[in-house]
């Protein structure tokens, strides 16, 4: 699933008309400025001007050829204003693929930070896709803004069909530590209290449901 967000044109919703655009989340602010500056000066009911995108703000035809009296045409756009009608604002009224704590104004740099944070989880769990996405989400949700986010990737255990699966191997491990082979021994197992001692590891992790598992962490 792409991640994309919908830019509503705020003047637009105030006056009882749906306007926006959706907006394909990328790294790059300027990108995503642009889309959404588009959506603004279609809008209906504009509230300022904005500099002409067609030529630039220069009120000429870009590269333009000379008409048959030698002058150079005026802007099509914009008639050689150099401004054009425009909103001002925006929100941000649905997403797919963002964390539920971004909120309708968030910002686009929140939104770009984002993106690049699900790239680093990708290099850094090895999961891909929706996969990484969903984990970044999941992590972003646990500790609620990036830089704390991004710090627990070093944390990363894995991701397992449940905590007691993640428990039992590391007992499991811990037991063969006792073992000159490096194998839990049969005798240990049969008298460990694996149950216990998953009981008492989770307070030491972290957690995080996922559809296909549970994403365990090192507090």
Same mark, same amino acid.
């Given at each position: 699933? +792409?991640?994309r967000f919908y830019a509503a044109c705020l003047a637009s919703y105030n006056n009882g008309v749906l306007h926006g655009a959706w907006i394909d989340a990328e790294s790059d602010v300027d990108a995503m400025q642009e889309q959404v500056n588009a959506m603004l000066r279609k809008s209906r009911f504009p509230n300022v001007t904005v500099d002409c995108v067609d030529c630039g703000g220069d009120g000429v035809e870009p590269a333009p050829a000379l008409d048959a009296q030698g002058r150079v045409p005026v802007c099509e756009t914009c008639k050689g204003a150099c401004k054009v009608p425009s909103a001002e604002e925006f929100a941000i009224h649905d997403s797919e693929g963002l964390p539920r704590s971004? #909120?309708?104004f968030c910002g686009l740099q929140a939104i770009a930070d984002y993106v690049e944070f699900v790239e680093e989880v990708e290099e850094a769990t090895g999961r891909d896709g929706e996969e990484a996405e969903e984990l970044a989400r999941a992590m972003l949700d646990n500790w609620h803004d990036i830089d704390s986010a991004r710090s627990e990737l070093d944390n990363f255990c894995g991701v397992y069909d449940s905590f007691r699966e993640y428990a039992d191997e590391s007992a499991d491990e811990v037991i063969a530590c006792h073992s000159a082979d490096g194998k839990a021994p049969q005798f240990l197992i049969n008298y460990f209290d694996y149950e216990s001692y998953a009981r008492d590891l989770s307070h030491e992790m972290t +957690? =995080? %449901? =996922?559809? %296909? #598992? @549970? +994403? @365990?962490f090192h507090q």
């Open positions: 699933m +792409a991640i971004f #909120g309708e +957690a =995080l %449901d =996922l559809s %296909d #598992g @549970v +994403a @365990v």
